[in-house]
Nanobody, 127 residues
């Protein structure tokens, strides 16, 4: 069973940057498709980004394309979301997710594609 522990997040001014990280334990993250989701207050959880096991396919929501970058670090067994040029509308709780030998849908990942989840971390962007 893969366990994911999230870190990063916090309060940042509009235009700033933050890096979210999920540390994996129990198994190697290289064998997993990975994704980030977010949920703003009063809204449904939405997909932000994903990359398939092996890295052959990736996805970014239109709202974050060109500003956010998903990555994994095999040596550290971690996955990250680098967020630049943050906007107030990026304010949300962010969740990392992973699925063994998982893919990344061209139209964006679905929550039920993943069975390992981080607990979430708050990102607040002040305008």
């Amino acid at each position: 069973q893969l366990a994911l522990v999230q870190s990063g997040g916090g309060l940042v001014q509009s235009g700033g940057s933050l890096r979210l990280t999920c540390a994996a334990s129990g198994r190697t993250l290289d064998d997993y498709g990975i994704a980030w989701f977010r949920q703003a207050p009063g809204k449904e959880r939405e997909a932000v980004s994903c990359v398939s096991n092996g890295g052959g396919s990736s996805y970014y929501a239109e709202s974050v394309k060109g500003r956010f970058t998903i990555s994994r670090d095999s040596a550290k067994n971690t996955m990250s979301l680098q967020m630049n040029s943050l906007k107030s509308e990026d304010t949300a709780t962010y969740y990392c997710a992973a699925e063994y030998l998982g893919g990344c849908r061209r139209k964006g990942p679905r929550e039920d594609d993943f069975d390992s989840w981080g607990r979430g971390t708050q990102v607040t962007v002040s305008s």
